[in-house]
């Protein structure tokens, strides 16, 4: 509870600006999250002590018995996510979270704190270099030995209104109610995110995934995904890019639109179809940015006149790139009527459905809850 409480104070004065209300206190929004803090120091006691590998260690370390793998190019061996000691800790803590829920101890939101807690760790501890599309092979690297520690997560209060969803973007942004700034960072290549970040999206499935011994069962590749867990995003078509950019700019309701690109090794500068980087790239965005039936007015910005391109493409010379932001002030219309945001087909095949939807902050709610804070009536 100790190291707890120190964490929390670091991250709360890190980012109190960002999240506390002036009249909400760090001091009394960490006795409003004793409940919380207690639940994870007791977690954190109980994925210590554990010596009993789980689905974890057996499908995603190198002590794993179905850990196993065969690349295409025929090379074999065992994935190798996390350390021995993380694992095993990960093969207690997730479990319990699951009984919890399936017992109808937790409610959705304590649940999603406690994953949040998880979720967050994982990205420190993890033994890949940024994604989860691949591991180190050979090794554990000295972030993924440092002992897994669940921290609060920096929870805040807040007047705004928020809306979440896991969906597809293009869907989603006919729905998402009216806002200032939409800021979007589409992919740009053909790199799927469901693939490169499935062991994330796996790891927040696991306490409410209705079957898991059989998604287990038909885990595939290197990496080890479930193939119906995943999704192909129009953005990582080059045939689509553009279309579906232009789409998204005329369904979303947002006063302006920021977009960052860089121009790199990319749908326009594949490595395997370019010998030199072209700019057609920033000149097909800049297109539609000037584009009058959707924007009043836009700007291009070099964010950064030069960085390091750190792709780990074993060999290659590493590239300076341009990075920019494009700025348009929307032209505004009235929806036509309205959509239903459809669950994606793999919440639906997996029982999440219900569990990862659309969200919408009451606003009743979120004021009652501002005071409670206030008050430590929370």
């Known amino acids: ?59 995603f370390t190198q002590w794993g018995e179905r850990a196993c793998f065969v690349s295409q190019r025929g090379t074999a ?70 002992d897994f520690f669940l921290r ?22 006919s729905v998402v109610g009216p806002h200032d700034v939409c800021y979007i960072d589409p992919p740009y290549n053909f790199r799927q995110y469901t693939a490169y970040y499935h062991l994330l999206n796996f790891v927040a499935a696991f306490p409410f995934m209705e079957e898991l011994a059989g998604y287990l069962s038909k885990l595939e590749y290197v990496r080890g995904q479930q193939p119906e867990d995943d999704y192909s995003s129009d953005f990582c078509y080059k045939d689509r890019f553009v279309t579906s950019l232009r789409s998204l700019f005329d369904n979303v309701d947002s006063r302006y639109v920021v977009l960052s690109y860089y121009s790199g090794r990319n749908h326009w500068n594949h490595w395997s179809k370019v010998d030199k980087p072209t700019d057609q790239g920033l000149r097909e965005l800049r297109a539609i940015f000037e584009d009058r039936t959707i924007f009043s007015d836009c700007e291009v910005v070099p964010a950064l006149d030069v960085r390091r391109n750190y792709q780990s493409r074993v060999g290659e010379q590493k590239q300076l790139v341009n990075e920019y932001l494009f700025w348009g002030v929307k032209k505004r219309a009235m929806r036509k009527k309205a959509v239903d945001l459809s669950a994606l087909g793999a919440n639906r095949r997996f ?15 979120l004021q009652d809850s501002i005071v409670a804070f206030a008050s430590g009536e929370a």
Do not use: C
């Open 152 to 173: 609060l997560p920096i929870t805040f209060a807040s007047k705004g209104r928020f809306e979440a969803a896991n969906n597809d973007a293009l869907p989603f942004s």
């Open 351 to 365: 029982g999440l459905d219900d569990i990862f939807k659309h969200v919408i902050s009451p606003r009743d709610k």
């Open 1 to 59: 509870m100790e190291r707890i409480h120190i964490e929390f104070l670091r991250g709360a004065k890190r980012a109190s600006g960002a999240y506390l209300p002036s009249h909400v206190s760090a001091s009394d929004l960490w006795r409003s999250l004793l409940p919380l803090a207690r639940t994870l120091a007791y977690l954190q006691s109980l994925g210590e002590a554990n010596a009993k590998p789980g689905p974890i260690t057996e499908y």
């Open 77 to 146: 061996g065992k994935r190798n996510y996390f350390s021995r000691e993380n694992a095993l800790f990960l093969d207690a803590v997730l479990p319990t979270i699951r009984r919890w829920w399936q017992k109808g101890e937790l409610s959705l939101t304590e649940a999603f704190l406690l994953m949040t807690s998880i979720l967050e760790e994982i990205t420190i501890t993890a033994n890949v270099n940024g994604t989860f599309h691949d591991f180190n092979r050979n090794r554990i690297w000295p972030n993924a030995q440092q």
